[in-house]
């Protein structure tokens, strides 16, 4: 399809991990992003990955990139209630950065 | 740190009225953009900007103009408000040839 994919929302208890996952669309993106916003907040960049590799870890954070399937998950590893947020995947398409729906993370004490 | 800022956080405005939303950066950054957030539909492109007087149409940019008369300074324009373009817009920017972009903080426009 067109259209960069994710679900629109994801629940987890404190302490859980949470994956959050994304569609793409354009096979020749070099870099694929995940960025955060926090509510009432503009988006920041919380991770990104070089297409040319399959895992990428951060902390708490581990990126998925699966080629094949043009699949990106982002893993949050002991899920705090600082960690609720909208999360969004981007590609890079014609130059710009074509973003996916956003996906609602809710975290429950 | 860059640093982007847009003049309001929340603004209402009549149906018809001319509304301006302003993005100012202070990183010398030649790209500009102007995104509006609406639930279930993520961010949307209306017109981007790769400097000075230069602007180009992003993926929904009817009703929208903008203006770049100083490099850190991208202005969006709603010349005559809709009910439809109620939503949270958002500025970014980023430097030529990279691929990261900077948001503001947003400006949630509610049009009456």
């Known amino acids: 399809g067109e259209d960069v994919e994710q679900s629109l929302f994801l629940s987890v208890r404190e302490g859980d991990s949470s994956v959050i996952n994304c569609t793409y669309t354009?096979?020749?993106?070099?870099?694929l992003y995940w960025y955060k916003q926090e509510p009432g907040a503009g988006l920041q960049l919380l991770t990104y990955?070089?297409?040319?590799?399959d895992m990428k870890q951060d902390q708490r954070l581990t990126v998925l990139l699966n080629k094949k399937d043009k699949h990106l998950s982002l893993r949050i590893a002991d899920t705090q209630t600082g960690d609720s947020a909208i999360y969004f995947c981007?590609?890079?398409?014609?130059?710009?950065?074509?973003f996916g729906q956003g996906t609602e993370l809710s975290v429950k004490p | 740190d860059v640093k982007v800022t847009q003049s309001s956080r929340y603004l209402v405005k009549r149906t018809g009225e001319k509304v301006f939303l302003e993005c100012v950066q202070d990183?010398?950054?030649?790209?500009m953009f102007w995104y509006r957030q609406d639930p279930g539909l993520g961010l949307r492109l209306i017109y981007f900007s790769y400097d000075v007087k230069m602007k180009e149409k992003g993926d929904i940019p009817e009703g929208y103009s903008v203006s770049r008369e100083k490099k850190e300074r991208f202005s969006l324009i709603l010349e005559s408000a809709s009910t439809n373009q109620t939503s949270m817009y958002l500025c970014?920017?980023?430097?030529?040839?990279?691929?990261?972009?900077?948001f503001g903080p947003g400006t949630r426009l509610t049009v009456t």
């Open positions: 981007a590609e890079i398409r014609g130059g710009k950065l074509i």
């Open positions: 354009d096979s020749s993106s070099t870099y």
């Open positions: 990955i070089f297409s040319n590799m």
């Open positions: 970014a920017t980023k430097l030529s040839g990279a691929d990261e972009q900077y």
């Open positions: 990183m010398d950054h030649e790209n």
